[in-house]
């Protein structure tokens, strides 16, 4: 495998995969390895596993592993190249290509010039002479620590200030303009996007700043919120503000709190409520959800009632189901958001409507419920109607007969009476609308798929056999023994075409008398192969017996072989048409049979 010229043993070498997973992932000492939770999936015993001194991780769960490469490009979401460029950077090797250092020293500059352009924002705001931006904050009721900590800032009403800035620390025009920071002029030259707003740095999962946000000042100024456009490096449905800030504290607080807008999110911090993000003005993707996956199993939805960014959320349930997430609601007074309960109501009344948040499903049902409240019998049931429809989504299971029953319970309200004949009118009602809608489990179209890396992360296919495995994690553990063994296997006898890779590798070995070590086997394995050689060189290996072991596995491999070689002679032998070839063919079906009987005898062991 190629490392885009880097030099993938030296990095191998001088990385340790503890300090690469520990960030992501708590481990606690189990024997000479280390275990923790999964990052890659949801569960509550550790089975996510690190082999220290060979370099390997594997999860027993959900069968991901591979060494740190691999560990990086799952966790970060990169390509193979730039897990090893990301590695090899922090690592200070340096670049070994010209197209990699140009890309270093792009992404670099890039991240500079933002933090040169917040530093000046957020001095001009404390320098301002009419101090209308900071009066706007403090109005606001931000605090001075947030204004500080979020590094909040004010872009001047003039066209140039910002340019004038940052040339003093030699970014050109054009460059800012790059970076969405300045727009050309018709006759040439340059001028600020950014004028007479309040801003907030946007920064990325690792705290640098990629883009700005401004909210306007005066009243007749357009837009009201002006975002940095896209970058390479900044995209709106891969960031979540105030992430870096939130990440940390959602695995304290078991989790994320979701709102809007940045004021928002301040004043949930403000409030004791690290764990906050804020969207911005984008519905939640597939990305944010897999970006908050990784932290956290819950979310708490903090929007707005009438906001389009609740409405999606409602539409993308399947999404959230799919990564496993359970996702709350809070019932938003009319009209308020976040930033307004909190203000003006006070930090409890808040954190009393957090704690109450529903369960996404029954928050919507709810919803629609409440339409009907104070009508009529025939109002009553177009409502439960529509709340049907709602459940005709949810795939037939557990959760579709709970909120069957919910439903019913709650249309029927004080009178028990009705609650049986109120159910059956529920289950009659999703009967005829799933049957319409062309069965139970039909998914939802109006569901976004999970985007862009989300979906490269496809699930490790199952082992095809249990034998092989332990046979190929015997080699690699006893590598001295190995020799002996490989010569009796072929390459067919592993099911599985990643077990016959790691196979060829050990075979290629012994054949050119080299050790047979895990180390090895990953120098040379197809990158593809990697998590199964992972798993298998972290299978647990019984140290006594290992011969017997091997012996007995090799020989049921060599036994599966003949079987089905004797089943495809057999096969051919009823389809053959002339004398010869069936002579031939029994020819064979009797040196099959002589090599079963001489594999049961033992014989055959031992002679590699
Ligand atoms: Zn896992």
Redesign the pocket.
């Known amino acids: 495998m190629s490392g885009g010229g880097w030099d993938l043993e030296e990095i191998r070498r001088r990385a340790d995969i503890v300090d690469i997973v520990s960030p992501h992932v708590r481990l606690r000492k189990a024997g000479r390895r280390l275990s923790g939770l999964?990052p890659?999936?949801q569960?509550r015993t550790p089975?996510?596993t690190v082999d220290p001194e060979k370099g390997l991780w594997h999860?027993f769960?959900?069968k991901?592993g591979g060494d740190l490469f691999r560990f990086v490009e799952m966790i970060e979401k990169v390509t193979f190249q730039e897990a090893v460029e990301l590695l090899a950077n922090r690592l200070g090797l340096p670049p070994r290509t010209p197209a990699d250092a140009a890309r270093t020293r792009a992404r670099e500059r890039f991240l500079s010039l933002h933090e040169q352009a917040a530093r000046f924002f957020h001095g001009s705001l404390k320098t301002e002479p009419q101090r209308a931006a900071l009066k706007y904050l403090r109005r606001r009721g931000v605090s001075d620590d947030s204004i500080d900590g979020f590094l909040l800032g004010y872009a001047p009403d003039a066209w140039d200030g910002l340019l004038n800035a940052l040339s003093k620390g030699g970014f050109s025009g054009k460059e800012l303009s790059r970076a969405g920071l300045a727009v050309p002029r018709d006759g040439g030259g340059f001028y600020d996007r950014f004028r007479n707003r309040v801003i907030f740095p946007i920064r990325d999962a690792t705290g640098g700043t990629i883009a700005f946000g401004g909210r306007a000042l005066a009243d007749d100024q357009q837009p009201k919120y002006l975002n940095s456009p896209e970058t390479p490096l900044f995209r709106k449905g891969q960031t979540l503000w105030a992430f870096d800030r939130a990440r940390r504290a959602m695995a304290d607080a078991g989790r994320a709190i979701v709102v809007e807008g940045y004021l928002d999110a301040i004043a949930c911090h403000e409030a004791g409520l690290p764990e906050t993000i804020a969207t911005m003005g984008t519905a939640l993707t597939g990305d944010h959800v897999e970006l908050l996956r990784r932290r956290t199993e819950r979310l708490v939805l903090a929007f707005d009632s009438d906001s389009a960014g609740l409405a999606a959320a409602l539409r993308g349930r399947e999404l959230f189901q799919r990564a496993g997430l359970d996702v709350r609601v809070v019932t938003m007074p009319e009209g308020m958001d976040p930033d307004n309960v909190i203000r003006d109501r006070g930090r409890e009344a808040f954190l009393q409507l957090v704690e109450a948040a529903a369960p996404m499903l029954e928050w919507e049902l709810s919803r629609i419920l409440a339409r009907a409240e104070g009508e009529g019998r025939r109002e009553k049931m177009e409502v439960v109607r529509q709340a049907v429809s709602v459940l005709a989504k949810v795939p037939a299971g557990v959760e579709r007969e709970y909120y069957v029953t919910w439903l019913a319970q709650k249309a029927a309200g004080d009178s028990p009476s009705h609650l049986r004949s109120m159910e059956s009118a529920v289950r009659e009602e999703l009967s005829r609308q799933t049957a319409r809608r062309g069965g139970p489990t039909r998914r939802t179209e109006d569901t976004p798929p999970g985007q862009g890396p989300a979906e490269r992360q496809r699930p490790a296919r199952p082992l095809a056999g249990r034998v092989s495995t332990s046979l190929l994690a015997a080699f690699l553990e006893h590598g001295e023994m190995a020799a002996r063994h490989v010569g009796m296997l072929q390459r067919g006898d592993f099911p599985d075409p990643h077990q016959q890779d790691v196979f060829d590798v050990i075979a290629g070995l012994v054949q050119r008398n080299e050790p047979v070590t895990p180390k090895a086997v990953l120098a040379e394995v197809d990158p593809e192969a990697r998590g199964l050689l992972a798993q298998v060189a972290l299978e647990e290996v019984p140290n006594e017996r290992v011969e017997e072991f091997l012996t007995s596995a090799v020989r049921r491999l060599v036994e599966a072989r003949l079987q089905r070689r004797r089943r495809q002679l057999q096969e051919q032998l009823a389809a053959a048409d002339s004398q010869d070839s069936q002579e031939s063919i029994r020819r064979e079906l009797s040196e099959v049979a002589r090599q079963r009987s001489a594999l049961a005898g033992e014989r055959i062991v031992g002679k590699g």
Do not use: K, Q
């Open positions: 999964c890659f999936h569960e089975s996510f999860c769960g959900c991901a």
